[in-house]
C-alpha cells in the first residue's frame, strides 16, 4: 500500500511538475508579447507624428496636375 502511494505521489509530483514548467513557459511568452507591444506603440506614435494629411494633399494635388497637363 505503502509503494502505491508513493507511486502515485509522484505520478502526481509530475503532473505538477509539468504544469509549472508550462506556466513559466506562458509567463515567458507573456513577458515577450508586452515587450513587443510596447515596442509596437512605440513605433506607432511615432508614425503618427508624420503628418499624412498634408503629404495625401500633395499627391492629390499632383495628380490632379498631371491629369490637367496630360495631352490626351
Known amino acids: 500500500m505503502c509503494i502505491a502511494m508513493t507511486f502515485e505521489s509522484c505520478i502526481l509530483l509530475e503532473k505538477a511538475l509539468t504544469i509549472t514548467n508550462d ?3 506562458i509567463h515567458s511568452l507573456g513577458n515577450k508579447a ?3 507591444h510596447c515596442f509596437f506603440m512605440e513605433d506607432l506614435s511615432k508614425a503618427n507624428t508624420i503628418p499624412l494629411e498634408s503629404l495625401l494633399s500633395n499627391d492629390t494635388y499632383v495628380m490632379t ?3 490637367r497637363e496630360r495631352p490626351r
Open 34 to 36: 508586452i515587450l513587443l
Open 23 to 25: 506556466l513559466h513557459d
Open 65 to 67: 496636375y498631371y491629369k
